[in-house]
């Protein structure tokens, strides 16, 4: 079983759709973070997630959603997307503590294509 | 915020080559972290480093945070260390900051 699982690994969609992107990391760590990674760009922080609660909302549109009833899963909600939202999507946790935010580990990303 | 900047961006290299990844991060660090995306693009941990030298077969890294830069030597390079190498750096922020990292071509 890997560390940190995300389902699922494609998904083809339409502007109209709503879809839902999943995580659940098996680690017990207490931090969930959502990854953007589009072509030729650095890694966009979306979302983190401490203990369940949201403690950062990098400037996402609204059109993304997230969702986090425990420390081990972790929800995108997706509605109403543009075909520039088309990015691979990667989940990831650590232990965070006072010192930082901890080892990151990553799963293997959700490949998004919008039509 | 802190900036992250890796060099070279893009590296090309005969199997069985030694190669120099260099990160560079404009203010002071917690911690660094060293990741491969192989070409399905999953993000592999190689080290999580902030200060000194670890090794792990053949690769090692070396982060000096006084200068405020970390390197990633890979030796006798093989065609499956193809991909694209992150640095990212934790200031104590909630996420850390990636580079936009090395994109790296073994050739057999």
């Known amino acids: 079983e890997t560390g940190v699982t995300q389902t699922p690994r494609h998904l083809v969609m339409g502007m109209t759709n709503k879809k839902s992107l999943k995580c659940e990391q098996h680690?017990?760590?207490?931090?969930m973070y959502w990854y953007k990674q589009s072509a030729k760009k650095p890694l966009e922080l979306m979302f983190v997630?401490?203990?369940?609660?949201?403690?950062e909302n990098n400037s996402v549109p609204s059109r993304f959603s997230p969702e986090c009833p425990n420390s081990s899963h972790l929800f995108l909600h997706l509605h109403t997307l543009q075909p520039e939202d088309s990015a691979l999507y990667l989940c990831?946790?650590?232990?965070?503590?006072?010192?930082?935010?901890?080892?990151?580990?990553f799963g293997e990303g959700s490949r998004l294509t919008v039509l | 915020g802190i900036q992250v900047e890796q060099s070279p961006p893009d590296l090309i290299l005969q199997e069985g080559a030694n190669s120099t990844l260099r990160c560079n991060f404009s203010?002071?660090?917690?911690?660094l972290q060293w990741f491969h995306q192989n070409p399905w693009g999953q993000l592999i941990n190689l080290f999580y480093?902030?200060?000194g030298t670890k090794q792990n077969g053949r690769l090692s890294a070396t982060t000096v945070a006084t200068e405020r830069y970390s390197l990633l030597y890979i030796s006798s390079s093989q065609t499956t260390d193809s991909g694209v190498y992150f640095c990212?750096?934790?200031?104590?922020?909630?996420?850390?900051?990636f580079g936009s990292g090395t994109r790296l071509q073994v050739q057999p």
């Open positions: 997630y401490n203990f369940k609660e949201q403690t």
């Open positions: 480093i902030p200060s």
């Open positions: 990831a946790s650590s232990q965070g503590g006072l010192s930082g935010t901890g080892e990151l580990f």
């Open positions: 990212a750096v934790d200031t104590g922020r909630r996420a850390l900051t």
């Open positions: 203010d002071s660090v917690n911690n």
């Open positions: 680690l017990g760590h207490n931090a």
